[in-house]
């Protein structure tokens, strides 16, 4: 069993930064992936990053990118993302997810491609 656990969010203004973590517990799958999405009040889940647990391959949601870095530690198990530049429309629930295994090439960007989720953090950047 996995157990994922987010930490790092809060409010903040627009244009500041929060990095936001993400702790896996349990069983981990070295040979797999983690991702970020997030989910807005009235609006869908929405894949914002993605990267491999074995190597540096990344993905980002176009609408984040220059802005959110995404990066892992295979040590101490944990999934980071940090935000800069936050706007309101950054505003949401922000989850972490894994996948068990990855298929070198591929990125996953649906909230299907992943086994695991945690519970949230949120996220809220005033104007």
């Not at 995404?70 to 936050?86: E, F, G, P, W």
């Amino acid at each position: 069993q996995v157990q994922l656990v987010e930490s790092g969010g809060g409010l903040v203004q627009a244009g500041g930064s929060l990095r936001l973590s993400c702790t896996a517990s349990g069983r981990t799958f070295p040979g797999g992936a983690m991702g970020w999405f997030r989910q807005a009040p009235g609006k869908d889940r929405e894949f914002v990053a993605m990267i491999v647990w074995s190597g540096s391959s990344t993905r980002y949601v176009d609408s984040v990118k220059g802005r959110f870095t995404i990066s892992r530690d295979t040590a101490k198990n944990t999934v980071d993302l940090q935000m800069n530049s936050l706007k309101p429309e950054d505003t949401a629930v922000y989850y972490c997810a894994a996948r068990r295994h990855y298929i070198g090439g591929a990125y996953y960007t649906r909230g299907t491609d992943y086994d695991y989720w945690g519970q949230g953090t949120q996220v809220t950047v005033s104007s």
